[in-house]
């Protein structure tokens, strides 16, 4: 399953007073969505019209019968918003007489969310204003439009900033409860943050700072799905002497084969050694990552000379990556297990795991490679299998 982040704060309007701190929340929201590793993102400008937007999420949410069919889709506004039959989120260029028709109907996103059949729907509204008290919904309140939205879904989780005739507060850089759904996961010792937790923190730091703020929740489910939390160095190392112990102890069963080869644990890797960051599909595999997903991993690039398509004379250059060198070091990189011949005249056989980290998951990378003796410890590699890779959470191990 793939789950789905929508993330769009509008500061600029035409129509209503400026609120600076929206684009803060956003990219702070955008951020902290990419760190759990959890989400494909899809970050709204927040000068965009109406149609921009409801194309754009239209296109980002794949279709139903999609290979891996959608988990999760999560929508977060911040920015002015208004209730009357409708519930609206006000555009840049919404004009309040056409309200209609230029700002971000609540319907409207429920109705794209409802044919994609998510799993799960998750809404999360701050209105918020920089440095002042406001009071978020222009008419109405946002409590009974999230309720009555809430009813239209099977499985849906729908958090609003501040219950009816309350006013929602932000300083100059964040919204107070955008800043708090964050730290709710941030500051939690549990490996998996589920949603309701989020809800108990927000209502407990909200009724200790007796701001006159209260947020407001509407579940359709029963709320234990999750976000994943950053893990701290030491935490991950507990994590991967757990890892290393399970493939230290691994044994093979396979009768005829333990005839020909002894099965080993390699902590250092017997035959590939540092060649392994040279492969350049995993080089190619991860810098198409970098820009989404924080990867504690550095890429190396190297030049290329690219024919022109015409005929030209003077040829193009281009680079591509070539080799990664994980910056976890205090992790394990490579492990291998290995195929030892007892027969000099056979082949030996790597399998090693390549483990690239980020502060929610990693990646293990892995092949079989084929080593054939050339001297008395000599060996060429004569065979690989193509590499393929898995994501693990950290709580898959907790």
Not at 340 to 350: G, S
């Amino acid at each position: 399953m793939r789950h789905y982040a929508i993330v769009l704060g509008v500061s600029q309007y035409i129509c209503a007073e400026e609120l600076p701190a929206c684009a803060n929340d956003a990219k702070l929201m955008c951020e902290f969505l990419k760190a759990t590793g959890k989400y494909e993102l899809l970050a709204l400008p927040g000068d965009a019209n109406k149609h921009q937007v409801v194309e754009a999420i239209e296109n980002f949410l794949p279709d139903v019968g999609s290979d891996e069919g959608i988990g999760e889709v999560l929508f977060y506004f911040s920015g002015h918003g208004c209730q009357d039959d409708e519930m609206h989120f006000i555009l840049s260029d919404t004009i309040r007489e056409q309200i209609n028709s230029t700002a971000l109907n609540n319907s409207e996103i429920d109705d794209i969310v409802r044919r994609k059949q998510p799993q799960l729907f998750v809404k999360i509204i701050d209105a918020c204003q920089s440095g002042l008290t406001y009071i978020k919904s222009i008419e109405g309140d946002f409590e009974e439009g999230l309720s009555r939205s809430a009813k239209t879904f099977q499985n849906c989780i729908f958090l609003s900033s501040s219950k009816k005739s309350q006013s929602s507060f932000a300083d100059n850089a964040y919204s107070y409860f955008t800043k708090a759904v964050v730290d709710a996961v941030v500051h939690s010792k549990q490996a998996i943050v589920k949603y309701t937790d989020i809800q108990n923190y927000l209502s407990d730091v909200f009724k200790k700072d007796k701001i006159g703020q209260t947020p407001f929740f509407s579940t359709q489910c029963d709320g234990t799905d999750y976000l994943n939390r950053c893990r701290e160095e030491d935490d991950v190392r507990g994590i991967m002497d757990q890892v290393k112990s399970v493939m230290e102890n691994m044994k093979l069963n396979t009768e005829w084969i333990k005839q020909f080869y002894d099965f080993v644990f390699d902590r250092n890797v017997a035959h590939g050694g540092g060649s392994y960051y040279e492969e350049a599909s995993i080089a190619k595999t991860l810098y198409s990552k970098l820009d989404s997903e924080n990867l504690f991993v550095r890429i190396e690039f190297e030049t290329v000379k690219r024919e022109s398509p015409f005929g030209g004379i003077i040829p193009s250059y281009r680079e591509q990556p070539s080799e990664f060198h994980p910056i976890a070091t205090g992790l394990p990189c490579i492990l291998s297990y290995s195929l030892k011949a007892k027969d000099a005249n056979l082949p030996d056989y790597d399998i090693p795991f390549i483990f690239i980290y980020s502060p929610t998951y990693f990646y293990v990378f892995t092949s079989t490679q084929q080593f054939v003796r050339k001297g008395w410890k000599e060996y060429s590699e004569e065979k690989s299998t193509k590499y393929t890779y898995r994501k693990f959470t950290y709580g898959d191990f907790s």
